[in-house]
T-cell receptor, first 113, second 114 residues
């Protein structure tokens, strides 16, 4: 049973560029959440998608946007990249929005230069 | 808002030593509590969880008890192994129908030496 799959695993972008990260949730899961993890810190909630709609959003600017597709997969888009956007981006899926625990992907390491 | 505070690391132990990593939380209502583990270069893995007061979560020799009176969820293991070396995160999730957001602590790095 495949877990959460994220792509790409690593990415280097230039300041000001745009990036798209992708996530396929664990089979049977319908909810996808995105987190940003800076080095040495805990994950910070970006937003959550459920039934193709953004359900909740953390304290991130509008440069961060997302999408969920009918097959429950999801994309995270970041526009006008800043050096401070360099981080590990984690996708987490779950069956429902009660928060009974996530299954995390291995993440996409984004480096902005 | 919700918050999670973990004991600062790093923690270094010898193999077979007893482990305690403290975690306290601030939240309204009755949150669910979790411990996740992150190995180098990987994402987080759910280690154990507890969804109501006095519940004990356990997995792979690790245990944590949901203590509402002290708002704590300390992680313990009786005898650690080198393979337990990782970063451990305490987290909470509010218990309501629109609650998907989990709040994480900053993590505690554990190194176990042979």
């Amino acid at each position: 049973d495949a877990g959460v799959t994220q792509s790409p695993t690593h990415l280097i972008k230039t300041r000001g560029q745009q990036v798209t990260l992708r996530c396929s949730p664990k089979s049977g899961h319908d909810t996808v959440s995105w987190y940003q993890q800076a080095l040495g810190q805990g994950p910070q909630f970006i937003f959550q998608y459920y039934e193709e709609e953004e359900r909740q959003r953390g304290n991130f600017p509008d440069r961060f946007s997302g999408h969920q597709f009918p097959n429950y997969s999801s994309e995270l888009n970041v526009n006008a990249l800043l050096l401070g956007d360099s981080a590990l981006y984690l996708c987490a899926s779950s069956f429902e929005t009660f928060g009974y625990g996530y299954t995390f992907g291995s993440g996409t390491r984004l480096t902005v230069v | 808002g919700n918050s999670v505070t973990q004991m600062e690391g790093p923690v270094t132990l010898s193999e077979e030593a007893f482990l305690t990593i403290n975690c306290t939380y601030t939240a309204t209502g009755y949150p669910s509590l979790f411990w996740y583990v992150q190995y180098p270069g990987e994402g987080l893995q759910l280690l154990l969880k507890a969804t109501k007061a006095d519940d004990k979560g356990s997995n792979k020799g690790f245990e944590a008890t949901y203590r509402k009176e002290t708002t704590s969820f300390h992680l313990e293991k009786g005898s650690v192994q080198v393979s337990d070396s990782a970063v451990y995160f305490c987290a909470l999730s509010p218990y309501n129908t629109n609650a998907g957001k989990s709040t994480f602590g900053d993590g505690t790095t554990l190194t176990v030496k042979p």
